[in-house]
């Protein structure tokens, strides 16, 4: 079975920085696309970043030149890297996965069936 659980969530100010990682197991990491979603209180979830099996990053423009996504195959461990913080990246963080391709698609939830249950982030002001 595929599992994924997202760590490292938590309270951070704003300019800081925070590290998000997703462990995964029951797939080849290596082969798959997997991605970051994001949902605020009483906002629809958004895609934040992807990386597919080639190591190739997308991001939202919200977030670019801020996040890095990155993975380590070795070790099946997505990581999402966040700096200089900001308020409105409030929201609990997801981690998402497609085990059957090795390219990532749009970044729109319907690609990826596997999900964790998510981690909050919270930035202050």
């Known amino acids: 079975d595929v599992q994924v659980r997202e760590s490292g969530g938590g309270s951070a100010q704003a300019g800081g920085s925070l590290r998000l990682s997703c462990t995964a197991s029951?797939?080849?990491?290596?082969?798959?696309?997997m991605a970051w979603f994001r949902q605020a209180t009483d906002k629809e979830r958004e895609g934040v970043a992807q990386?597919?099996?080639?190591?190739?990053?997308k991001y939202v423009a919200s977030v670019k030149g801020r996040f890095t996504v990155s993975r380590d195959n070795a070790k099946n461990i997505l990581y999402l890297q966040m700096n200089n913080l900001k308020p409105e990246d409030t929201a609990m963080y997801y981690c998402?996965?497609?085990?059957?391709?090795?390219?990532?698609?749009?970044?729109?939830?319907?690609?990826?069936?596997?999900w964790g249950q998510g981690t909050q982030v919270t930035v202050s002001a």
């Open positions: 990386i597919d099996s080639g190591g190739s990053p």
């Open positions: 029951g797939f080849t990491l290596s082969r798959s696309c």
């Open positions: 998402a996965v497609q085990p059957s391709r090795i390219y990532c698609g749009s970044l729109s939830t319907s690609f990826f069936p596997y």
